[in-house]
């Protein structure tokens, strides 16, 4: 008996990377969904984001950066956006700037390039329905940023990088842009996102505005533009879709707090586990798993009409995936951005 005590104990230890990954976004989107703030699914794609393989602690150095640097640039941008909302000309221009330096500047961490992207792109498309807006969504996504990088640090802190974890990052850590130009890169980048916001500001379409964040959100993961299993892609957000389905039913058979905190932690062992599992196909368990969030966050806080609205999400969802999927295949066909020498 002892032995199987002492057997389990050190295989958790072994598995602390995942058992961190599982604690961070369980409690980034419990604490996210209670408080009930604006988009709570954000906060946990974040946490995923920092605690997802190869990944180290940022430091409180550099977290305090990232939040004051943009709090800065946001509210810098809110007060742009409401002198130039009314010039679209000048307003697009700049924001296909922003994406392709958003894609090119690689050095900067990806997780912040994506909110400052997101922040740009949403923040002019938000203030075309009230100046008041552009504000609203600048502190909700700020929030988001200051709870996930407070759960990551927390999550760092119940389970540390042990020796072993460490030696691994190093060594086997991937090069995501290794023998990839990154001026085609981003150029590619740019011809993918930018039609998207075009179209989204000239019909004003702000009800599938997730689509919008999800071509974003895709676009920056080299999984999806580096690869050719687009069925493979497109079944990971209906499986996670169908996850969160199926949990939604659970909660409505027997809704409880708790359940829903239970059914947060089983669904997130199985999808770190397979994240974690090393295989070619592990990308497509982070995508699944994002499509869970968005589902869990609709049900802590829809109404009556949480079953519709979760079918509406999903179908948004796969729209975003099967457009980046297409789109980067016919520009990547016409400007392949790998080099010829890899």
Not at 118 to 146: D, E, R, W
Not at 304 to 332: D, H, L, P, S
Request: charged content about 10%; overall charge positive; proline content about 4%.
């Amino acid at each position: 008996m002892l032995d199987k005590v002492k057997h389990f104990y050190w295989n958790l230890k072994e598995d602390s990377a995942v058992l961190r990954c599982v604690f961070g976004v369980t409690l980034a989107l419990t604490v996210s969904t209670t408080l009930g703030y604006l988009v709570p699914h954000i906060t946990a794609i974040f946490v995923l984001m920092f605690l997802e393989p190869y990944k180290k602690p940022l430091g409180l150095k550099k977290e305090i950066g990232i939040v004051l640097g943009l709090s800065i640039l946001g509210y810098f941008g809110v007060i742009f956006g409401n002198y130039l909302i009314d010039y679209p000309l000048v307003i697009l221009p700049l924001l296909g700037l922003i994406i392709y330096g958003s894609f090119r500047l690689i050095k900067i961490p990806e997780p912040i390039r994506l909110l400052f992207l997101i922040l740009a792109v949403l923040i002019p498309f938000i203030s075309m329905k009230a100046n008041l807006l552009g504000s609203v969504v600048l502190t909700a996504l700020l929030l988001n940023l200051i709870i996930a990088l407070g759960v990551i640090r927390i999550a760092f802190f119940i389970f540390p990088i042990t020796t072993q974890e460490d030696k691994s990052i190093n060594k086997k850590k991937p090069i995501a842009y290794k023998n990839i130009n990154l001026d085609k890169l981003a150029f590619n980048g740019l011809l993918v996102v930018f039609p998207v916001i075009f179209i989204f500001y000239l019909f004003n379409a702000t009800i599938a505005i997730l689509t919008l964040v999800f071509v974003v959100l895709l676009s920056f993961d080299p999984f999806i533009y580096q690869s050719k299993k687009g069925a493979a892609l497109i079944f990971a957000n209906v499986f996670g879709g169908l996850a969160g389905i199926l949990a939604y039913n659970i909660l409505v058979i027997a809704p409880s707090y708790m359940l829903y905190i239970f059914l947060i932690i089983s669904v997130a062992f199985y999808f770190v586990i397979n994240l974690y599992s090393g295989k070619k196909t592990a990308p497509i368990f982070k995508i699944s798993f994002n499509t869970f969030f968005v589902i869990m966050g609709v049900i802590a806080t829809s109404t009556n009409e949480a079953g519709n609205t979760i079918w509406e999400r999903v179908i948004q969802i796969g729209f975003a995936i099967f457009y980046v999927i297409i789109a980067f295949k016919i520009v990547n066909t016409f400007n392949n951005p790998k080099l010829l020498n890899e």
